[in-house]
């Protein structure tokens, strides 16, 4: 494992991310980005009228929970099949299985047909979305990872800002089915984007698979089974909520520690560390997420337009704050923007909590809101350069499926919690959205007390 000092900024010599040798596979990177986003956002607007339109209604739960599952088990083989062989292989099926899936949900005919479908879709998006984070390593000099890891943070924000919208106008005026079937005619020229820069990294050589590989394959299972249960179980109700969600938890708790870096549970020094303040921040932000537009619209009467464009100032504020980490000079110590991105998060969001008190005026929680979301943007791009710097070449491809599984199975784990909490009772009241919010400001408090672990020594 590599303990090299913060990058220097870039010199006037050194390339950017628009030079020549660069241009075609950042546009080609941050366009595929862009669809994942896109895709995975505008499913949830669409999905309700597909259910009705293939009387699907029982099998939607598992129209998320199964794309989810698939795509835990995507992400570990793509992390061993690019340490083995370099990520063009694992790009190029991934984009097979992506744009498979999306025909094959796109023409369905019945809801199972639809389930397969996004099942194959999620393998695909896995299986992408970790070979990008290696190409990076590979293909970029240092200095630029964190510009480079900033516009795939933008990549997610500006889906998230007019995806649900476009996709609700694509329902409505060309049939659901095309929220599927589009997506592939931009994947391919995007891919086809990347593959020309590609050929200077790594990737015909076969090396012998990672020692434990086989094992990985099988707690990736065990995790993914696991998550799906997760997912279905925070969509009932009563005692069988109650029973999936525990099922579930149990089988994260053996698994998934088995998937990440040793030394996670105990917050070890380093990449353990580094992992679990993206999941950490995942789930505290997720967790607040859900519920702020709940709590705007019943207890301070907004609409639901209003309510979900305060979400869209903490997106505006992520990308913010993306931008800012990626051209501020390089950090004395790689504890700073983790630690203040934490920070950001935990007093954004404890300000949003004040607004369940109706004296406190509805513009305090969109600052508080806009600071979280600053916090996530100086955060997740800064841990993404950390995964890197601190791999060695052969280990990039497992760390990155570490550092997204992190954040896909905390941010999991929380949303099914926080459904279970707010369905508890009758209806959701001031105390129930409190609870969850203060909860969510504990996870990012417990992160900024550890962001100093993520050096490798003495704490920062």
């Known amino acids: 494992m590599t303990t090299t000092s913060p990058p220097t900024a870039p010199a006037a010599s050194e390339p950017g991310l628009f030079s020549p040798r660069l241009r075609a596979m950042t546009v080609g990177s941050v366009a595929l980005i862009s669809l994942l986003a896109f895709e995975a956002l505008a499913v949830g607007t669409a999905m309700p009228t597909v259910a009705r339109s293939l009387d699907g209604l029982a099998l939607y739960g598992i129209a998320f929970g199964g794309p989810f599952a698939i795509g835990v088990l995507a992400m570990v083989a793509s992390g061993i099949w690019c340490d083995a062989r370099g990520p063009r292989v694992p790009m190029w099926h991934g984009l097979v299985w992506f744009v498979l899936g999306l025909v094959i949900a796109g023409s369905a005919t019945t809801m ?17 979305s970790v070979a990008l984070y290696v190409i990076v390593g590979q293909a970029y000099p240092e200095v630029l990872h964190r510009r480079i890891f900033a516009a795939f943070a933008a990549a997610w924000v500006v889906p998230s800002l007019v995806g649900p919208a476009l996709a609700g106008l694509i329902v409505e005026y060309f049939g659901w089915r095309w929220v599927f079937l589009a997506v592939p005619v931009v994947a391919v020229p995007a891919v086809l984007l990347i593959h020309p820069g590609l050929r200077a990294v790594g990737g015909a050589t076969i090396t012998a698979l990672p020692v ?31 029973g999936l969600v525990a099922l579930a938890l149990a089988g994260l708790l053996v698994c998934a520690p088995r998937l990440l870096p040793a030394g996670f549970l105990r917050a070890g020094r380093g990449l353990p560390t580094v992992v679990g303040l993206r999941g950490l921040a995942s789930a505290a932000f997720v967790g607040a997420e859900v519920v702020i537009p709940l709590m705007l619209s019943r207890e301070r009467g907004l609409s639901p337009t209003a309510a979900g464009l305060v979400l869209t100032t903490g997106a505006v504020a992520w990308s913010v704050g993306s931008w800012v980490q990626g051209r501020m000079p390089a950090p004395r110590s790689r504890a700073t923007l983790p630690r203040a991105g934490l920070t950001c998060i935990a007093a954004g969001t404890a300000v949003v909590t004040l607004v369940v008190a109706p004296a406190v005026p509805v513009w305090v929680g969109i600052l508080g809101w806009a600071g979280a979301g600053v916090g996530m943007g100086l955060l997740y791009p800064s841990l993404s350069v950390l995964t890197l710097e601190l791999s060695a070449p052969g280990e990039q491809g497992r760390n990155s499926s570490s550092l997204q599984l992190g954040d896909s199975l905390f941010a999991a784990t929380v949303l099914a919690l926080t459904g279970a909490v707010l369905a508890a009772g009758a209806a959701p009241g001031p105390a129930s959205y409190a609870g969850t919010l203060a909860v969510a400001t504990g996870l990012a408090v417990l992160g900024v007390a550890l962001a100093g672990r993520v050096v490798p020594g003495p704490a920062a």
């Open 112 to 128: 199972g047909v639809l389930v397969a479908g996004r099942i194959v879709q999620g393998f695909g998006s896995g299986l992408l």
């Open 212 to 242: 434990g590989a086989a094992a990985r394959i099988g707690w990736a299972c065990g995790a993914g089974v696991s998550a799906a249960l997760l997912h279905v179980g925070g969509q009932q109700h009563g005692g069988t909520a109650v």
